[in-house]
């Protein structure tokens, strides 16, 4: 029997040892789940933290995007600019400073057409404009006095012309030949 109490020593060593590491084993699986539900929890935590950054850094592109499209007339604005006789880019240009010059938004387009100061503003404008396109193709200078340099100018007034008075010697030349013959023509008596 001695060996059997021996045999039970060691068994119940080994048992103790089993239910030591056992116990060990459980504490040990406990730990590595909190361990991984705080790697979890700390995971999900920063993925929250850079969703959080995400739309504060979208809501201030998006606003940037509106402030710089709010200067832009859209398909709503450009159809009511179109039934108010608006259809030049420099009229829907002068529109939108009228906009910003009253303080008013793209929304509000009827109470600014309906405002008398715009209308004759708009009116000033457009005749301008017109005014401006019917004369950009005139070409000014110096007038080269085309009466006085005709030979019926000379021969109505007598005289031939000197050098002040016509610089071109060619045309000087022309009126006093046209001058000749209109005095060789003429009669001298009334019988002849």
Same mark, same amino acid.
């Given at each position: 029997?001695?060996?059997?109490?021996?045999?039970?020593?060691?068994?119940?060593?080994?048992?103790?040892?089993?239910v030591?590491?056992?116990?060990?084993?459980?504490k040990?699986?406990?730990?590595?789940?909190?361990?991984?539900?705080?790697?979890?929890?700390?995971?999900?935590?920063?993925r929250?933290?850079?969703?959080a950054?995400?739309?504060?850094?979208?809501?201030?592109?998006?606003?940037?995007?509106?402030?710089? !499209?709010?200067?832009?007339?859209?398909?709503?604005?450009?159809?009511?600019? !179109?039934?108010?006789?608006?259809?030049?880019?420099?009229?829907?240009?002068?529109?939108?400073?009228?906009l910003k010059?009253?303080?008013?938004t793209?929304?509000?387009?009827?109470?600014?057409?309906?405002?008398?100061?715009?209308?004759?503003?708009?009116?000033?404008?457009?005749?301008?404009?017109?005014?401006?396109?019917a004369?950009?193709?005139?070409k000014?200078g110096?007038?080269?006095?085309k009466?006085?340099?005709?030979?019926?100018?000379?021969?109505?007034?007598?005289?031939?012309?000197?050098?002040?008075?016509?610089?071109?010697r060619k045309?000087?030349? !022309?009126?006093?030949?046209?001058?000749?013959?209109?005095?060789?023509?003429?009669?001298?008596?009334y019988s002849?």
């Open positions: 029997m001695p060996e059997t109490n021996e045999e039970t020593t060691v068994e119940s060593k080994e048992t103790t040892e089993e030591e590491s056992t116990e060990s084993d459980t040990l699986e406990e730990l590595q789940g909190e361990l991984t539900k705080r790697d979890e929890t700390i995971g999900s935590l920063k929250e933290l850079k969703d950054k995400k739309p504060k850094e979208d809501t201030t592109s998006k606003t940037e995007k509106k402030e710089e !499209k709010t200067d832009e007339f859209g398909l709503l604005e450009l159809t009511y600019l !179109k039934g108010e006789e608006v259809k030049s880019d420099d009229e829907v240009e002068f529109v939108r400073e009228q010059e009253l303080n008013l793209k929304d509000q387009l009827p109470k600014l057409f309906s405002n008398k100061y715009f209308q004759s503003e708009l009116e000033t404008f457009r005749t301008e404009k017109v005014n401006k396109d004369t950009s193709d005139v000014g110096a007038s080269e006095g009466a006085v340099n005709t030979p019926e100018y000379w021969i109505a007034k007598g005289v031939p012309p000197t050098r002040e008075q016509v610089p071109d045309t000087r030349a !022309k009126i006093a030949k046209a001058m000749i013959a209109n005095t060789k023509s003429s009669k001298m008596f002849d």
